[in-house]
């Protein structure tokens, strides 16, 4: 061999004398100066154990627990250590044959294998629970009782913000995302328990325990010298106040809506109601399944959560967004009116106006407290037929660009999951839908709310925080503050959005026409004594299928405002389905959530009121009859409208 390649073969060499000496070396630390392993592995009757930690509280904006933890417990099998056993006592105290035994048994080693656990009985009830307590050393070693925390929810509501935990499924372990999870585990599958699962959850701890030949408990390994603690998950703060959550799940009694209420100074909600709503309670403990499927089947979908997931035309309630557009384009002045007779003629089809007097759209403010579909039919075809634009396809497009700044036609990011996007049409969904060939004639609802348009409540109520600020916004969201925590998951619910470049002249304009619409329009029903409320109210045409033909339906009811007019501390969205005109019913319940809000209680004037809100049915009759689940509004449930009166109006 060549003289050359001797210090070669040398660095070889030493490379895997080097490789053995770490190998040695560490065996030597194992084996001999640690003996962690080498006492686990020589103790056969040292059995490893789970610890699951407490699972984080969620508190509202005035700390007040919206749910809490409750213990109990899953009836384990190992198949392979089932063996002499009285399976015919065990089964009576489960109540379940034979047949029955031997199928879980089948599943738990089709789902987890023989020598590992798997849920062969979950969340026992209390009196099987005691029953096998006493008896639980004839079923061992193969069986196990394991405590497993549930949710339980005081105040009946907000079942759809904070959602439910459930065992985690095998589609789900095969995510890399939940690699960490074993068969067993719970997690969370909606709301917030699913967005602020890592945060909530904690972290697991290993305890090791002595069994003896019997399979009994001795104690703790080594005094618990290998055993990791379980670490509690972090708590939750929520800008959500409860008192004002039950109260909108309250007032959408026996109808079909939604609720979003919105402090515009921060982003935070106050309050997201889906009617109908249900009892959070329902989804935890031993019916939790059968429960759900009764909630997932039943005709009035109370699983749906329409405050971000139901999408409607906006109506009359979109038209202040149409006038900020003009004013920010320079299109029009506030004093800008429109001759209205009673309709819009000039695109060859009749447009009604609910008004026909003359100057009632004399000008911008007069427009909105009458609101004029005249005026905001027009406004939107000037806008688009600019001639700054060069043509009505970028001017379309203009208009879509400030719909969208305004947060409409796309997710907005709030922190629960499900949300949708809404609809606003661009110029490609433009050429799409008329092949090319169109003009501002062609979609000049979308001025008026309707047509190629559709929204969510939560998309309405974040508009009117931007009408609020003069300007700009804060992701809505519900979570406040996460307790020890220093990571950055809420810096994006911290940035302001600043919507456009409108003048602030532009923004009091279309504010002291919204101003007008409750001192003396169609939205009286919202006004609160010594308070400033601007608001609108929109109508939005509902078509539905019936007997496979397209009918015209009873319209949907909008309302939107802010309050107070100067320095607003909430902004509301609230529509009810089916139920006419937006002051009918949308706004006295908007009028009473931001009552209860801004003074902490309501007015002894408003009894009325009220009453007609809790008993007024406006959900289809059919639908409401073909309704199979028992209390459906958890926050309602079992109590009379005396007894709901009796907490807002004490003598």
């Known amino acids: 061999m060549s003289i050359y390649n001797q210090p070669r073969r040398r660095v070889i060499q030493f490379i895997f004398i080097g490789l053995v000496l770490l190998i040695v070396s560490r065996l030597f630390i194992l084996q001999i100066i640690d003996k962690k392993y080498s006492k686990l592995a020589d103790a056969n009757s040292v059995v490893r154990k789970v610890v699951y930690p407490s699972r984080g509280i969620i508190f509202d904006r005035k700390g007040r627990s919206v749910l809490r933890n409750d213990v109990m417990y899953d009836l384990m099998v190992t198949p392979s250590n089932v063996k002499k056993i009285d399976t015919a006592y065990l089964c009576k105290i489960l109540g379940i044959d034979m047949p029955e035994f031997k199928k879980r048994i089948v599943a738990a080693i089709v789902r987890n294998g023989r020598v590992r656990q798997s849920v062969f009985a979950p969340l026992l009830l209390p009196d099987v629970y005691g029953q096998l307590q006493e008896s639980m050393y004839q079923f061992q070693p193969g069986f196990e009782l394991m405590p497993r925390q549930i949710r339980s929810y005081p105040y009946s509501g907000a079942a759809n913000i904070l959602g439910y935990i459930g065992e985690i499924s095998p589609q789900m372990q095969l995510n890399p995302a939940y690699k960490d999870y074993n068969m067993g585990d719970y997690l969370g599958m909606t709301g917030l328990e699913k967005t602020y699962e890592h945060i909530l959850m904690g972290q697991r701890g290993i305890q090791y325990l002595v069994k003896d030949n019997l399979n009994r408990t001795q104690g703790a390994y080594e005094k618990g010298?290998?055993?990791?603690?379980?670490?509690?998950?972090?708590?939750?703060?929520?800008?959500?106040?409860?008192?004002?959550?039950?109260?909108?799940?309250?007032?959408?009694?026996?109808?079909?809506?939604?609720?979003?209420?919105?402090?515009?100074?921060?982003?935070?909600?106050?309050?997201?109601?889906?009617?109908?709503?249900?009892?959070?309670?329902?989804?935890?403990?031993?019916?939790?399944?059968?429960?759900?499927?009764?909630?997932?089947?039943?005709?009035?979908?109370?699983?749906?959560?329409?405050?971000?997931?139901?999408?409607?035309?906006?109506?009359?309630?979109?038209?202040?967004?149409?006038?900020?557009?003009?004013?920010?384009?320079?299109?029009?002045?506030?004093?800008f009116g429109y001759p209205c007779h009673g309709a819009y003629l000039s695109c060859g089809r009749r447009i009604a106006c609910e008004h026909s007097e003359a100057g009632h759209a004399a000008n911008l403010r007069l427009a909105i407290s009458h609101s004029c579909n005249s005026y905001f039919v027009n406004l939107y075809r000037m806008e688009v037929d600019a001639k700054k634009w060069g043509g009505v396809e970028k001017g379309h497009q203009k208009w879509y660009e400030y719909m969208t700044s305004f947060g409409l036609g796309h997710r907005l990011g709030i922190d629960i999951p499900g949300e949708y996007a809404g609809y606003a049409i661009?110029?490609?969904?433009?050429?799409?839908?008329?092949?090319?060939?169109?003009?501002?004639?062609?979609?000049?609802?979308?001025?008026?709310?309707?047509?190629?348009?559709?929204?969510?409540?939560?998309?309405?109520?974040?508009?009117?925080?931007?009408?609020?600020?003069?300007?700009?916004?804060?992701?809505?969201?519900?979570?406040?503050?996460?307790?020890?925590?220093?990571?950055?998951?809420?810096?994006?619910?911290?940035?302001?959005?600043?919507?456009?470049?409108?003048?602030?002249?532009?923004?009091?304009?279309?504010?002291?026409?919204?101003?007008?619409?409750?001192?003396?329009?169609?939205?009286?029903?919202?006004?609160?004594?010594?308070?400033?409320?601007?608001?609108?109210?929109?109508?939005?045409?509902?078509?539905?299928?019936?007997?496979?033909?397209?009918?015209?339906?009873?319209?949907?009811?909008?309302?939107?405002?802010?309050?107070?007019?100067?320095?607003?501390?909430?902004?509301?969205?609230?529509?009810?389905?089916?139920?006419?005109?937006?002051?009918?019913?949308?706004?006295?319940?908007?009028?009473?959530?931001?009552?209860?809000?801004?003074?902490?209680?309501?007015?002894?004037?408003?009894?009325?009121?009220?009453?007609?809100?809790?008993?007024?049915?406006?959900?289809?009759?059919?639908?409401?009859?073909?309704?199979?689940?028992?209390?459906?509004?958890?926050?309602?449930?079992?109590?009379?409208?005396?007894?709901?009166?009796?907490?807002y109006f004490r003598n």
């Not at 309630?317 to 384009?329: C, F, H, R, W, Y």
């Open 225 to 335: 010298e290998f055993d990791t603690a379980a670490i509690a998950g972090k708590n939750l703060r929520l800008s959500l106040d409860i008192d004002l959550q039950v109260l909108g799940e309250r007032l959408m009694h026996n109808k079909i809506g939604s609720i979003v209420a919105i402090d515009p100074q921060t982003g935070g909600i106050l309050a997201m109601v889906s009617g109908p709503s249900f009892d959070p309670n329902l989804l935890t403990g031993s019916y939790r399944a059968r429960n759900f499927n009764k909630l997932f089947s039943d005709t009035t979908k109370p699983l749906f959560n329409r405050a971000i997931q139901g999408t409607y035309a906006p109506g009359s309630s979109m038209k202040p967004l149409t006038a900020l557009v003009a004013l920010d384009e320079g299109i029009i002045t506030p004093d």
């Open 426 to 647: 661009d110029t490609v969904g433009m050429n799409k839908r008329y092949h090319g060939q169109w003009n501002s004639c062609s979609e000049l609802y979308v001025g008026m709310g309707q047509g190629a348009v559709a929204v969510t409540p939560l998309q309405m109520a974040n508009a009117m925080c931007i009408i609020a600020n003069k300007g700009f916004y804060y992701l809505p969201h519900f979570v406040n503050s996460i307790d020890n925590d220093v990571s950055d998951v809420l810096k994006k619910f911290r940035d302001k959005h600043t919507v456009a470049h409108v003048k602030d002249t532009a923004y009091q304009s279309v504010i002291l026409g919204m101003e007008d619409v409750v001192e003396s329009g169609t939205g009286r029903n919202a006004q609160i004594e010594g308070v400033i409320v601007c608001g609108k109210t929109g109508t939005a045409e509902n078509n539905g299928i019936v007997n496979g033909q397209l009918k015209k339906m009873k319209s949907h009811a909008f309302f939107v405002a802010f309050a107070p007019r100067d320095h607003p501390k909430i902004a509301v969205a609230v529509i009810v389905e089916n139920s006419g005109y937006g002051g009918t019913f949308a706004a006295p319940i908007a009028g009473l959530m931001m009552e209860k809000y801004l003074n902490d209680t309501i007015s002894v004037k408003k009894k009325p009121v009220v009453q007609k809100m809790l008993e007024t049915v406006t959900m289809d009759p059919v639908v409401l009859t073909k309704s199979k689940l028992d209390s459906l509004n958890g926050a309602t449930a079992h109590l009379t409208t005396e007894q709901i009166m009796k907490e």
